[in-house]
């Protein structure tokens, strides 16, 4: 990879060490000006004029086609989203939940995790089970605990791949194993996985899994996907619907719902403008090469990891084996607060981070933009501060 040409993309890397795409990633001048071109010919020349339209169907064909890459899945599995969290309350709204199945998730999630399991266990009396995960433990460790949460009630496990908090790659194929031979579904939140590492739907045999597209795949808000094993298809229900979702032709006498599609769960018009974004973002992915971008967050992330560890006071809280690891590194500092370090962090060095609780500690986002030099700057950053 040409880091240089690639950053030269990205402008905002011009005067700031960006490291929070964990949280929302910089976009590159292309996927930008993807979305003002469209904005601008539905501006001057309407959006279901001829051309026009036609056009913008094209996008979103291409944008699904993209998608299934993605996921290295089908198409007919999946679907663009709003958003990562839109796809994971597709599938938890759309099953058939019965009064005392069980949900397992960790007491580490994201708050998109913990609130739509938890309130679907409210509504149709289902358990959702927590288990507890030390910040230190093994891989191992980890799937022990989640398979000893079984029991005969279980119905899903619904976890992140790779923890929000501390970068933790999680055991989710051994997970997986040990749930298929259960009847157990499994649903994977990729909210720090899409474009960050490589995904592969058809050999981890996961049944859902949903992604953003405006963090490591550097796209912009109102975008996302959503995957769907295809057996699955017809058992998930549409919690909400629209037009898509009815046979055509549309007979209000003699209603025929489309079952086995993901249009089903389009419940209305989409933005067009975003899904350009979103289709320029994955070509600029797609020509770094994924496999390429994961070894490199993973170098950076390694020797971030490694430098912090010696600086006197700081106590690093991600996993230091590699194969556990992202480009997420999560440290603290003795005496000071997440939200001081991050603070003193942008004005002192215009270095973009973000604090994150349980663990409490500040969290450091590694993308294949981001340089050996910045990792200095940060250590440095933090020594002063340490």
Not at 241 to 248: F, K, L, P, Q, V
Not at 276 to 294: P, Q, R
Not at 315 to 344: C, H, K, M, N, Y
């Amino acid at each position: 990879m040409d880091i240089d040409k690639i950053r030269s993309q990205i402008p905002v890397l011009a005067h700031t060490a960006y490291m929070n795409t964990g949280w929302s990633g910089p976009a590159p001048r292309r996927v930008a000006q993807a979305m003002k071109d469209r904005i601008d010919l539905e501006l001057e020349q309407g959006t279901t004029t001829s051309g026009v339209y036609e056009a913008g169907k094209e996008i979103q064909e291409q944008a699904q086609a993209a998608v299934a890459r993605i996921f290295n899945a089908s198409i007919d599995e999946v679907m663009v989203t709003r958003n990562t969290t839109e796809g994971l309350n597709i599938v938890l709204s759309g099953l058939d939940w019965q009064q005392g199945d069980e949900i397992i998730i960790c007491d580490m999630e994201h708050g998109s995790v913990i609130a739509p399991a938890q309130l679907i266990g409210q509504r149709y009396g289902v358990a959702v089970k927590v288990v507890d995960l030390e910040v230190h433990d093994s891989s191992e460790t980890i799937a022990t605990k989640i398979v000893a949460a079984f029991t005969s009630k279980t119905r899903m496990v619904f976890i992140s791949h790779i923890l929000y908090a501390t970068g933790r790659r999680m055991p989710a194929e051994e997970i997986r194993r040990a749930t298929k031979d259960r009847g157990i579904l499994m649903m994977l939140d990729g909210a720090q996985t899409g474009g960050h590492i490589e995904l592969d739907m058809a050999r981890s045999g996961f049944d859902f899994y949903s992604i953003p597209g405006q963090k490591w795949l550097l796209g912009y808000e109102g975008s996302g996907a959503l995957y769907i094993r295809r057996e699955h298809l017809e058992r998930i229900h549409p919690a909400h619907t629209g037009g898509r979702a009815i046979a055509r032709p549309a007979n209000a006498h003699n209603f025929q719902p489309v079952a086995d599609s993901m249009e089903k769960f389009l419940g209305g018009s989409v933005s067009v403008p975003v899904q350009a974004a979103f289709l320029e973002a994955t070509k600029f992915i797609e020509e770094a090469g994924i496999y390429n971008i994961e070894t490199r967050n993973l170098d950076l992330a390694e020797s971030a990891k490694a430098k912090l560890s010696e600086v006197a006071g700081v106590t690093v809280l991600s996993p230091s084996e590699r194969r556990d690891s992202s480009g997420l590194v999560t440290f603290a500092v003795e005496g000071q607060t997440p939200i001081s370090v991050v603070e003193r962090l942008w004005e002192d060095h215009k270095i973009v981070v973000r604090q994150v609780g349980h663990p409490a500690g500040v969290r450091v986002s590694l993308h294949f933009f981001n340089t050996e030099e910045e990792v200095e700057l940060l250590v440095g950053g933090v020594r002063e501060l340490a």
